[in-house]
């Protein structure tokens, strides 16, 4: 009889043990496959220097490269956790949960863009005032003293570059990766589909499990896009077997566990961000393009990435074929910026309508459960209602940005036409005050607009 047991203790005790190991062994085969294969730089360095300062316990996940499968794999002490990353053309990489992968179409034919016109510091048309030698002095300051681990910074007035500065190892070629910035470009497919006719952000959201109950039926696309929508994600990255860590490292299907989640408020009542959430958004506009007969992994390529002339960016999908719009997309810093700048120009881009003309305005206007810091899948630089200070001290409240897991942000800056790019690895302290101070300067470097 204790053999019996003792036997279900060692097997219950296995589970447990590879369910674990599989989060670290996801995340780390995921990252290195990206940042090898799809970003370009040296296996040796990444297996040997992108996972240092996180949690001691990764470092006993062992991590392998092949180059000629452009597969990377990983596992934990025993083998447990064991899995692989996939690298494809056009989409960039996938773990292999479930086994497989869904066959994606052919990726679009490579382009070559407009490259971004140049300020220069005698520039007569000029039309906003820079201070080039305190932009200059601020950016060398960064980079020198680099303890922020700032990787890209990259400054555009008025449509034109001003400035842009990397790390060692880095440059003007080099995808980088969204993290959460990736969910303000899932809010910007979303706009590009309203602007086409293929979805009312005031519908219910068409999820079929959802009809026949009382109040996850009345949840709309505005409520999911506002973080709004009462449903129950634990975003804890802390916690290995936290519905955002299997959902990343685990489901085939990144959608699934938010169209399953339960609800704790009713819609619009409460605010909770949630990495859930904006994969659900994906796989719903995957479901609702497929029903108006547009190409879904063509979509954004063709509606946003081409007429502005950001070639480089790759959207990462699940092994079901989603896009994890929450968290997977590369592209250089001079294309964070034309993602930017779209924003800045309301959605248009060399004459030509991309986004709806008010979706600047709905993505930026404060969610009404959120005090004040966040819109739809973009966050707000505006102080709460009870003490909460804004998150860039010295900039207006008119500042909206892009924010991503360990500092990568996209700053958009109206009344002095300026976006300010920041990629980076800032571990162990807050990446937003870490790096605000040097927006600060690049904020004050830049006057505002002559008219």
Not at 12 to 22: E, F, S, T
Not at 193 to 219: F, H, Q, Y
């Amino acid at each position: 009889m204790f053999g019996v047991v003792g036997a279900v203790i060692v097997i219950v005790a296995g589970v447990q043990a590879d369910r674990m190991a599989r989060i670290g062994a996801g995340y780390k085969a995921k990252i290195a496959c990206s940042e090898i294969f799809l970003a370009g730089r040296s296996a040796n360095a990444v297996i040997s220097n992108e996972f240092d300062g996180i949690d001691p316990l990764m470092a006993q996940i062992s991590v392998s490269a092949d180059e000629k499968t452009k597969t990377v794999k990983a596992a934990g002490p025993l083998g447990f956790g064991r899995i692989k990353a996939i690298y494809r053309d056009g989409y960039g990489c996938t773990l292999a949960n479930g086994g497989r992968l869904h066959p994606l179409p052919a990726p679009g034919p490579a382009f070559a863009s407009d490259p971004w016109p140049m300020a220069t510091e005698t520039s007569s048309e000029q039309l906003v005032q820079v201070n080039y030698q305190a932009l200059n002095t601020a950016l060398a300051m960064a980079f020198e003293d680099n303890d922020s681990q700032h990787r890209a910074v990259l400054v555009t007035v008025d449509g034109k570059l001003i400035a842009e500065t990397y790390a060692d190892g880095f440059d003007q070629n080099t995808p980088f990766l969204s993290w959460s910035m990736a969910k303000s470009i899932t809010a910007t497919l979303i706009g590009a589909a309203v602007r086409r006719g293929l979805i009312n952000i005031e519908d219910r959201a068409p999820v079929t499990n959802w009809t026949k109950d009382p109040t996850r039926s009345m949840i709309t696309w505005h409520d999911l896009l506002q973080m709004q929508s009462g449903l129950l994600f634990k975003e804890d990255y802390t916690n290995p077997r936290s519905d955002v860590n299997r959902m990343l490292f685990e489901m085939s299907d990144a959608s699934a566990i938010p169209a399953k989640s339960r609800v704790a408020d009713l819609p619009g009542r409460s605010w909770s961000y949630s990495s859930g959430t904006t994969n659900l958004i994906s796989g719903l506009l995957r479901q609702e393009l497929s029903k108006g007969g547009v190409d879904y992994h063509a979509f954004a390529r063709d509606e946003i990435f081409d007429p502005i002339g950001a070639t480089s960016v790759i959207m990462e999908p699940d092994a079901a074929g989603n896009f994890i719009g929450s968290s997977y997309i590369y592209a250089t810093a001079r294309d964070w910026a034309r993602l930017g700048q779209l924003y800045l120009q309301n959605g248009r881009w060399d004459g030509q309508r991309i986004l709806p003309e008010d979706w600047s305005e709905y993505v930026s206007t404060p969610a009404m459960a959120s005090d004040g810091q966040y819109g739809a899948h973009f966050w707000l630089n505006r102080d709460g209602d009870n003490g909460r200070t804004r998150s860039l001290p010295g900039l207006p409240i008119e500042v909206y940005f892009m924010s991503g897991h360990e500092g990568q942000f996209v700053f958009i800056v109206p009344s002095k036409k300026m976006v300010i790019v920041r990629t980076g690895l800032t571990r162990g302290r807050p990446s937003l005050a870490a790096t605000a101070p040097l927006i600060k300067d690049i904020y004050d470097a830049v006057g505002a607009t002559n008219y």
